[in-house]
């Protein structure tokens, strides 16, 4: 079975590339591609991969996830209701995505994970906090 391709109409990038605008290494975008999170929208003749922008903004969204603590799980959840709420808002094919989830049940799930993300920032800021205390204590000796 081939790999999809993407359409002429949509530009694409080579892994290093796309390395390069998420910051992310190419070790865990070829782990996401491994596990299903992010794969890439295609492979060139030579079984390259291959990403569209539409891609490098999912992979985007996944590296705001990482030094939040989500796990994988959490992750491919988050990208799943993102899908579908573009689908339906229209952005997206909605033939593409199959399964069940009323608009509100996919807003719930979409609010539970604002409401993580705040949690898990505020912990991180209050580390930070810690982490200055300790420098000025460390400089002022």
């Known amino acids: 079975m081939s790999e999809p391709r993407p ?10 590339v796309v390395a390069d605008r998420t910051g992310l290494s190419l070790r865990t975008l070829r782990h ?8 890439p929208s295609g492979r060139s003749d030579g079984g390259f991969r291959l990403y569209t922008e539409a891609d490098v903004e999912r992979l985007l969204l996944v590296r705001r996830m990482k030094p939040l603590g989500f796990s994988l799980e959490e992750m491919a ?8 709420l573009a689908a339906r808002d229209g952005d997206a094919p909605s033939a593409a995505l199959p399964g069940s989830g009323t608009d ?7 609010a ?3 409401h993580a993300a705040e949690e898990r920032r505020a912990d991180l800021a209050r580390k930070l906090e810690w982490a200055d205390e300790l420098i000025t204590l460390l400089r002022s000796r």
């Open 32 to 39: 996401y591609d491994e596990v299903g999170l992010v794969r």
């Open 7 to 16: 359409t002429a109409a949509q530009p694409t990038m080579h892994i290093g």
């Open 112 to 114: 539970a994970y604002v």
């Open 77 to 84: 959840d988050l990208l799943d209701v993102a899908d579908r």
């Open 104 to 110: 509100d049940d996919l807003r719930d799930r979409l």
